[in-house]
């Protein structure tokens, strides 16, 4: 498989401090790669790095083998789409929520109206596109921030522990539609969760960031039976 994104000898510092190294990791495309760990440990520092959020103190992150600050701002980031913890939606309807990113894009109305019914329909949101958002569930609010990420055909998403705010009978749910898109779509994901069961289920591989740094990467099994040290082996007992 093609890499479509590389990452060498990294350091992430936050007020002079160092709170994120990785020596090297890559991205197959088409791969759903979990990054799991402690609190603090630099899960979302990883994620915020990748979108050109945090600038790198040393090493470099590469999408298509080019290095992330040979991209303009708005080239690379026409290539990612985002998914936080909170759904940050508009106080608009979720029609408009999702075709926000298409809007600032100027894409064709006829196209706009496409994609917002596709994305919608394969999110289950597709009955509720003329609700306002601040009339959504949890797991509506969601599911139209999933749908909002999709519809601009990123090559990479990024997703923030997503699922941490619903309640297990939604999350499960979202969980697996959300699984169903990502195998049909071939979508290449790295999405940040506290739950190892979940990463276990969702995950192609799974990435281990403990202690500010990433520690390993590997299939879940693998990494069980053969933890790099003690803080992964301390983490990844509830496999």
């Known amino acids: 498989m093609t890499t479509i994104l590389e990452i060498q000898d990294l350091l ?9 190294t990785v020596n090297h990791l890559e991205i197959k495309k088409g ?21 050109r959020l945090l600038p790198a ?21 026409r290539r990612i789409a985002f998914v936080f913890q909170d759904p940050l939606l508009m106080d608009m309807s979720v029609r408009d929520n999702i075709a926000l990113g298409l809007k600032f894009r100027r894409m064709d109305k006829q196209e706009t109206v496409e994609r917002v019914h596709k994305w919608a329909n394969a999110m ?14 949890g797991g509506e609010a969601q599911r139209v921030s999933l749908a909002r990420a999709f519809v601009l055909d990123p090559e990479l998403l990024l997703m923030d522990e ?7 009978q939604t999350r499960e749910k979202l969980l697996e539609d959300l ?14 969760t506290h739950n190892l069961k979940e990463a276990a289920q969702f995950g192609d591989r799974v990435a281990v960031v403990a202690e ?12 069980k039976e053969n933890p790099a040290d003690s803080s992964v082996r ?5 496999l």
């Open 12 to 20: 992430i510092q936050r007020n002079g401090r160092d709170v994120l």
């Open 31 to 51: 791969e759903t790669l979990a990054v799991v760990g402690p609190n603090g440990a630099g899960k979302s520092t990883l994620l915020l790095a990748l979108a």
């Open 57 to 77: 103190a040393r090493g470099d992150i590469r999408l298509h083998g080019k290095r992330q600050r040979e991209w303009s701002d708005l080239e690379y980031r």
């Open 124 to 137: 289950g949101v597709g009955h509720l596109l003329k609700r306002r958002a601040g009339q959504l569930s």
């Open 162 to 168: 997503p699922f941490s705010a619903v309640d297990p």
């Open 179 to 192: 699984s169903k898109v990502l195998t049909h779509e071939h979508r290449t994901t790295i999405f940040v």
């Open 212 to 223: 500010g740094e990433l520690k390993q990467v590997g299939e879940p099994q693998q990494i």
């Open 234 to 238: 301390d983490f990844v007992r509830g």
